[in-house]
């Protein structure tokens, strides 16, 4: 039996890495990289401790692993500025305490059946968390002032999952799973009505069929149930986190599902029809019974409508010499919501954010000596950013280099290079309501809000090994 062991500790703070409002960029009263509220900000921090067991017996193998995570979090935003209070400004501190126990185990082995190659497998996983607290505060300056909503949570889910692998033909072959997962949610909140328990389960099965392969060519057909889940304070919510700035009181919601159907398809084929060039192209397509989309305004994502995403994904895969390796893969999708979402001017079938196109390309070199290197290009394509997609974001398009060095047995080097072009171009935009300290009292405008990415940045890195 081989065991390991992983202890990890992480601390990070930051400033400001909130969107800033196109109108403040281009009347000067802040840079792409400035931020209206300087405040804004957060630290975390994270320890973990895991253990991984394998055992290898006479048709197979064990695997199991338990994992223990404690962490906190501290998150400063302001979306809105002066929107909601003209005098102390819309901040607010999102905060969490969590303690996350988990593990799995795992068995797959061998056998025939029905005197047919076939490989099984077997598992179990579990995860429990417990926050105390997890909250939303109002704030100034980067310090709490009120409670808005504050809960206890204590979450567990487990997932019973089942494979088997079946070679029917030379030709052609089978792979049936069966995934079972049940979540269970216990919220008491500093909101009353928000407070309550819920559970749910999910069957998930799925059929892959692959036939080949045929002059190094294999197809293949793909099926099957998924889901996500959403935050367990939405599960039993029936009032909002925040109160409406109208009224002073919390509006009447209906309750998240906790765990949200999906559906996908896939049909593509997998082929080396050059000697070292790897081909890979795949169409698709997915249904979700609702969409998890950003809300600008309270900074918080919440369900939406039911949607069919499709799209098609080509990979290649090409060794022009040995140690050298190049990579180019680009996708098209288009999602849309299966109705309309809501009698507003701009209400429509669009997915804001649903990226259409991506597409990247690399060219990496590793001859298992002491030098490597690696550059990459990727694009991401325009968003619509409301739903009838009447604004939309620009792409954005960004390269990356890495150099490294082995320089003992024990001790390796490398330098990245993000953004290397240094390109004036954005991480993601939203498009949403808001006010500047210096417009008129009272008046909300919809702007693009940009969060930049990072300006040309080097990382130098090393690795001991002991």
Do not use: C
């Not at 808001?434 to 919809?446: C, N």
């Amino acid at each position: 039996t081989r065991h390991s062991f992983t202890a990890m500790l992480y601390s990070a703070r930051w400033d400001s890495t909130d969107q800033v409002p196109q109108r403040a960029v281009d009347s000067g009263e802040t840079d792409r990289y400035g931020a209206i509220d300087p405040s804004d900000g957060g630290h975390s921090q994270r320890s973990s401790l895991s253990w991984q067991a394998t055992r290898v017996v006479n048709d197979g193998e064990w695997q199991a692993g338990l994992y223990a995570i404690h962490s906190r979090l501290s998150l400063f935003s302001n979306f809105t500025y002066f929107l909601d209070d003209e005098a102390n400004g819309d901040q607010f501190q999102q905060a969490e305490k969590r303690l996350v126990l988990g593990g799995q185990v795992q068995r797959t082995w061998t056998t025939p059946l029905a005197g047919l190659d076939s490989r099984h497998s077997l598992g179990l996983q579990w995860r429990h968390d417990r926050l105390d607290p997890v909250g939303l505060y109002t704030a100034v300056g980067g310090e709490r002032r009120d409670v808005i909503q504050q809960s206890r949570v204590r979450q567990t889910s487990v997932g019973l999952h089942g494979q088997s692998e079946t070679r029917w033909l030379p030709w052609m072959r089978s792979v049936a799973g069966l995934r079972i997962d049940r979540v269970s949610v216990d919220v008491d909140s500093s909101v009353a009505d928000n407070s309550g328990t819920r559970s749910d389960v999910a069957p998930s099965p799925k059929l892959s069929l692959v036939f080949g392969p045929w002059a190094k060519t294999e197809l293949f057909a793909n099926t099957g149930w998924g889901f996500h889940s959403n935050d367990a304070r939405g599960m039993t919510s029936r009032l909002t986190a925040k109160p409406n700035p109208d009224t002073g009181s919390r509006d009447a919601i209906g309750r998240a599902d906790p765990l949200v159907r999906t559906r996908g398809h896939e049909l593509g084929l997998r082929s080396e029809w050059l000697p070292g060039w790897h081909t890979n192209i795949a169409l698709w397509q997915l249904k979700l019974d609702s969409e998890l989309v950003f809300v600008g305004d309270a900074g918080e994502t919440e369900a939406s409508g039911a949607s069919r995403r499709r799209g098609i994904e080509i990979g290649q895969h090409w060794q022009p010499a040995p140690g050298w390796w190049v990579d180019a893969d680009v996708a098209w999708s288009k999602a849309r919501f299966r109705h309309d979402q809501g009698d507003a001017p701009n209400a429509g079938r669009r997915v804001p954010g649903a990226v259409e196109r991506v597409a990247s390309i690399g060219l990496s070199f590793d001859d298992k000596g002491p030098w490597t290197a690696q550059f990459q290009l990727r694009h991401f394509g325009p968003r619509d950013l409301i739903e009838d997609g009447s604004v939309r974001s620009k792409g954005t398009t960004l390269a990356y280099a890495r150099l490294g060095r082995q320089l003992t047995p024990a001790v390796r080097v490398w330098v990245d290079v993000f953004n290397l072009f240094n390109r004036k171009v954005s991480d993601i935009d939203y498009f949403y309501e808001s006010r500047l300290a210096s417009e008129p009292s009272g008046q909300a405008t919809a702007d693009l809000h940009s969060h930049p990415a990072e300006p040309r940045t080097v990382r130098l890195s090393m690795a001991v090994a002991f």
